[in-house]
């Protein structure tokens, strides 16, 4: 075989959302901190062939993301990683992190020690600290320290030729979101809803940000509403969450990145103080527990620490590769598979 790229990745699940790890075969990503590698991923032509060599068929799905897992910048860091997506690279993910240490631990990368193992990782957005409960060779859970969360306006009203107005928290929980209470686009979270909330949520992503500009007050890396995560209450208090996800799919997981935005927000309106625990449901039916840790500031506003609590399962291991006269190295995506947004990969 004659190929001119070889990338080894370990297939992880969190909660149903899969997060592969690219373990082996990773180029040098060019950029002095994390930020900065994945601000060339977004916007180097390199950067962006990797990404649709991931991530487009025939080598990629529309389901899930790949990380790329670094060197560490931090001195306090075991490993870095950026969370490659069919759009763009992204800055940060809570499901994303549970799979990335387990696959630190479980692939033997970080060694694992028992009953707990401390994993940080550094993101685009900052360290997240990692504490795993390991048995018999397993992580079994992890607990996620995330970075500080920050609401960036409540109740923003969004005119829509579908809704009339819908009102959206826009948020930072590691990347920015727009929260929307589902009831306003007259549909529930449930999974025969799925194609309905995803179509909804790319709608209203296109609105809001041709419509409201935002940029991260530390890293201008970070910018835009990357996501709109839909939201409800169920009868035993959980949240149930949808996060709807370019170019037109559902997270699988609860959300962690969502759900610590989600936190800043309940917060803001005095609904969460210190000390407390909240459980947030997917559109599967699985569970984070979320929790608040502290009470912080970013660039002078108010903001909180998350903590995002959840599972990684591996499922496989494999190997992409690339033969040089592929006509298609530069991958694809069809709407019958990627939905109508898939014109535009």
């Given at each position: 075989?004659?190929?001119?790229?070889?990338?080894?990745?370990?297939?992880?699940?969190?909660?149903?959302?899969?997060?592969?790890?690219?373990?082996?075969?990773?180029?040098?990503?060019?950029?002095?901190?994390?930020?900065?590698?994945?601000?060339?991923?977004?916007?180097?032509?390199?950067?962006?062939?990797?990404?649709?060599?991931?991530?487009?068929?025939?080598?990629?799905?529309?389901?899930?993301?790949?990380?790329?897992?670094?060197?560490?910048k931090h001195p306090d860091a075991d490993a870095a990683f950026v969370i490659l997506q069919p759009d763009q690279a992204h800055a940060s993910s809570g499901s994303n992190s549970i799979c990335v240490t387990t696959?630190?631990?479980?692939?033997?990368?970080?060694?694992?020690?028992?009953?707990?193992?401390?994993?940080?990782?550094?993101?685009?957005?900052?360290?997240?600290?990692?504490?795993?409960?390991?048995?018999?060779?397993?992580?079994?859970?992890?607990?996620?320290?995330?970075?500080?969360?920050?609401?960036?306006?409540?109740?923003?009203?969004?005119?829509?030729?579908?809704?009339?107005?819908?009102?959206?928290?826009?948020?930072?929980?590691?990347?920015?979101?727009?929260?929307?209470?589902?009831?306003?686009?007259?549909?529930?979270?449930?999974?025969?809803?799925?194609?309905?909330?995803?179509?909804?949520?790319?709608?209203?992503?296109?609105?809001?940000?041709?419509?409201?500009?935002?940029?991260h007050p530390e890293i201008p890396a970070i910018s835009g509403v990357a996501y709109v995560m839909f939201r409800d209450s169920e009868p035993d208090g959980a949240v149930r969450t949808c996060t709807t996800m370019?170019?037109?799919?559902?997270?699988?997981?609860?959300?962690?990145?969502?759900?610590?935005?989600?936190?800043?927000?309940?917060?803001?309106?005095?609904?969460?103080?210190?000390?407390?625990?909240?459980?947030?449901?997917?559109?599967?039916?699985?569970?984070?527990?979320?929790?608040?840790?502290?009470?912080?500031?970013?660039?002078?506003?108010?903001?909180?620490?998350?903590?995002?609590?959840?599972?990684?399962?591996?499922?496989?291991?494999?190997?992409?590769?690339?033969?040089?006269?592929?006509?298609?190295?530069?991958?694809?995506?069809?709407?019958d598979v990627w939905g109508p947004q898939a014109g535009e990969i």
């Amino acid at each position: 075989m004659r190929w001119k790229r070889t990338i080894q990745l370990l297939d992880v699940h969190c909660e149903g959302e899969i997060g592969r790890v690219a373990i082996g075969g990773v180029p040098k990503i060019p950029g002095e901190t994390v930020a900065a590698q994945l601000h060339w991923l977004n916007t180097d032509p390199k950067g962006t062939e990797l990404r649709r060599f991931l991530c487009l068929e025939p080598r990629g799905a529309p389901i899930g993301s790949v990380n790329l897992l670094l060197p560490a910048k931090h001195p306090d860091a075991d490993a870095a990683f950026v969370i490659l997506q069919p759009d763009q690279a992204h800055a940060s993910s809570g499901s994303n992190s549970i799979c990335v240490t387990t696959a630190l631990l479980e692939s033997g990368i970080v060694e694992m020690k028992e009953p707990e193992t401390v994993v940080t990782l550094e993101t685009a957005a900052g360290l997240v600290k990692a504490v795993a409960t390991c048995r018999d060779g397993r992580c079994e859970k992890v607990r996620l320290t995330m970075v500080p969360a920050f609401v960036h306006q409540l109740d923003i009203e969004i005119e829509t030729p579908h809704w009339g107005k819908v009102k959206a928290d826009i948020c930072y929980g590691g990347i920015f979101y727009a929260l929307i209470d589902v009831r306003q686009i007259n549909l529930t979270i449930e999974k025969a809803n799925a194609a309905g909330l995803v179509q909804a949520g790319m709608i209203l992503k296109e609105i809001i940000n041709r419509d409201i500009p935002v940029v991260h007050p530390e890293i201008p890396a970070i910018s835009g509403v990357a996501y709109v995560m839909f939201r409800d209450s169920e009868p035993d208090g959980a949240v149930r969450t949808c996060t709807t996800m370019w170019p037109g799919r559902a997270d699988r997981s609860p959300c962690g990145t969502g759900s610590s935005a989600n936190l800043a927000a309940l917060h803001a309106r005095g609904k969460a103080k210190a000390g407390d625990i909240f459980k947030s449901r997917s559109i599967i039916g699985s569970e984070f527990e979320v929790g608040l840790q502290a009470i912080t500031e970013v660039a002078g506003r108010p903001a909180i620490i998350p903590t995002i609590t959840g599972r990684g399962f591996t499922f496989g291991l494999s190997q992409v590769a690339l033969d040089p006269f592929d006509p298609h190295s530069g991958g694809f995506a069809l709407t019958d598979v990627w939905g109508p947004q898939a014109g535009e990969i």
